[in-house]
């Protein structure tokens, strides 16, 4: 069986020479800054490429698809030889929570887009398994972290990656969620059902690698120390202490919906802490998840102009699912600190298609709170004329 899985994939390239590096930072820009409007990795808009000072250290290996003149995936890889990971990296991406870090030969996987019309496809599959395989064999790594934006959290988990007590990364276009893999862990990626786990037998057991013992770590994927929450007992729990404020539930978005069709949008989402100062979502950005308040203030920003101020209840993220660009059209910035239940777009795209008169009510829903808001912003231009 995995030999039938392995024969379809597509190949996967190194980077070796000058042509190739300078391919993958053209389509870094094509995907990140001209699909997305992403300013992560300071986009060299003269060259037209994305290039980071790490791309260039012998600690990177760059990965693609495709060929030099038609790629069609990337994704960048950092590993580091047991205490050599520069102190900011360590505290960036939360390794320093691992209580013998210093002692583990670890990476870090970045950079990684798949062009559009690959996504989907084995493709991802293809960068997964060259990607565990180079990592493991060559460079014996032992612990690989990521973060990713909340709509890629699933997707990452479905391959073996897990959420953990780290702290949320900020970038300068929004809040990312650490995640991490115990490379060596079958029984977790055998759970999570990714197509990875036959590759775990190959490289850790009997006459090869000993797997690593996870009991120093178990304390960081524990329920209630996670970045995020995603148990949906936990979060169904969450938003009835939200519904049991008298004050906050006639402005509760999803207060006003049937447990059935709460217990819906909420499968696939999770709960997100956010720090006083933190930024959820920038003007420009392609990205459509929406995001309910559960705790916390969060200012609705034009350029440094605030448009308005959301609280507990309120959803924010709203406009991007409707737009065809599916773009941004505010920066939203947490003001006092607190959480956010982030909901997939996908869950209410499958909603629509499953239950079209449950997802009817709650597009309505949704389309009152544009139309107040699109009401009030034309009271308020009126009123500064």
């Not at 496809?121 to 032992?142: G, I, M, P, R, W």
């Not at 890629?152 to 007590?165: E, I």
């Not at 990312?176 to 190959?202: C, E, I, N, T």
């Amino acid at each position: 069986m995995l030999e039938r899985w392995i024969s379809k994939l597509e190949p996967i390239h190194i980077v070796e020479t000058r042509e190739e590096r300078e391919a993958v930072y053209r389509f870094r820009y094509d995907i990140y800054y001209k699909e997305f409007g992403r300013l992560i990795g300071n986009p060299d808009h003269d060259r037209k490429w994305v290039c980071d000072p790490e791309d260039e250290k012998e600690t990177a290996t760059l990965l693609y698809s495709g060929s030099p003149d038609d790629i069609t995936g990337t994704v960048r890889l950092r590993h580091w030889p047991p205490g050599t990971v520069p102190p900011d990296v360590l505290h960036e991406l939360s390794m320093d929570l691992f209580p013998d870090i210093e002692q583990r030969t670890v990476a870090e996987i970045g950079r990684f887009m798949i062009r559009k019309s690959k996504r989907g496809n084995l493709l991802l599959a293809s960068f997964a398994q060259t990607t565990y395989d180079l990592l493991c064999a060559k460079h014996q790594v032992e612990l690989v972290f990521c973060y990713c934006a909340p709509t890629l959290v699933n997707h990452y988990r479905k391959l073996g990656a897990r959420p953990f007590g780290g702290h949320i990364v900020q970038t300068p276009d929004d809040s990312m969620v650490p995640l991490v893999s115990v490379v060596s862990d079958y029984d977790y990626y055998k759970h999570a059902g990714s197509p990875l786990a036959p590759l775990v037998r190959r490289h850790f057991g009997h006459n090869k690698r000993a797997p690593i013992d996870i009991e120093p770590y178990r304390h960081l994927f524990e329920d209630g120390t996670e970045a995020i929450e995603t148990d949906p007992e936990m979060i169904w729990e969450d938003l009835q202490n939200v519904v049991a404020d008298s004050e906050q539930e006639a402005g509760f978005v999803l207060g006003q919906f049937p447990e059935k069709v709460v217990k819906k949008l909420t499968r696939r989402g999770f709960i997100m802490p956010v720090e006083a100062g933190a930024m959820l979502t920038r003007e420009g950005l392609r990205q459509q998840e929406m995001f309910v308040i559960l705790d916390g203030l969060f200012e609705v920003l034009d350029d440094e102009r605030r448009l308005a101020l959301l609280g507990k209840g309120e959803l924010f993220g709203e406009v991007a699912f409707f737009s065809p660009s599916e773009k941004r059209t505010a920066t939203v910035r947490c003001v006092a600190g607190g959480q956010v239940l982030v909901l997939q777009a996908q869950t209410l795209r499958q909603l629509i298609e499953s239950e079209p008169k449950v997802a009817t009510r709650v597009l309505m829903k949704i389309a009152g709170i544009m139309a107040q808001r699109l009401a009030a912003a034309n009271r308020a231009g009126e009123a500064n004329d």
